[in-house]
């Protein structure tokens, strides 16, 4: 079934869901014009941004032009200085979705971050 979330998003929401962390998906903020941003945890005031390949480089399957690249990667920055400039943090992590290994190092990466230990995750 088809959710809409990159296999780093559902892989970041089956490590909150086991850690039983509260989180919100897509959350949008009154100050965010229309962005929404892939996980906010709202006890430990954090933004978790998932970036996949396509934030880091340009490729005409996810941008038409090198000039939509450009206008993807300033609306990466303008979020997270929105977010920034209204006092939660924010964290992206990057992995390659065709990489089993990447999504798997980007996992622990948040693990640690939030600390979360490794052994409450499920398989």
């Known amino acids: 079934m088809f959710t809409g979330r ?9 490590l909150l869901t086991d850690a039983r962390i509260f989180f919100e998906t897509e959350a949008t903020f009154h100050f965010s014009k229309s962005y929404r941003f892939d996980f906010y945890l709202p006890e430990k005031n954090i933004v978790l941004e998932i970036h996949g390949r396509q934030h880091r480089e340009f490729s005409k ?15 990466d ?7 920034l400039s209204n006092n939660i943090k924010y964290r992206s992590f990057d992995y390659t979705s065709q990489r089993k290994d990447s999504i798997e ?13 490794i052994n409450s995750q499920t398989s």
Request: proline share 2%.
């Open 77 to 83: 920055q303008e979020k997270k200085e929105l977010i």
């Open 61 to 75: 399957f996810y941008h038409k032009t090198e000039e939509n690249f450009k206008a993807r990667q300033a609306i």
């Open 105 to 117: 190092q980007m996992i622990l990466k948040v693990a640690r971050y939030l600390r979360i230990p």
């Open 6 to 14: 990159s296999k780093g998003e559902e892989a970041v929401l089956k």
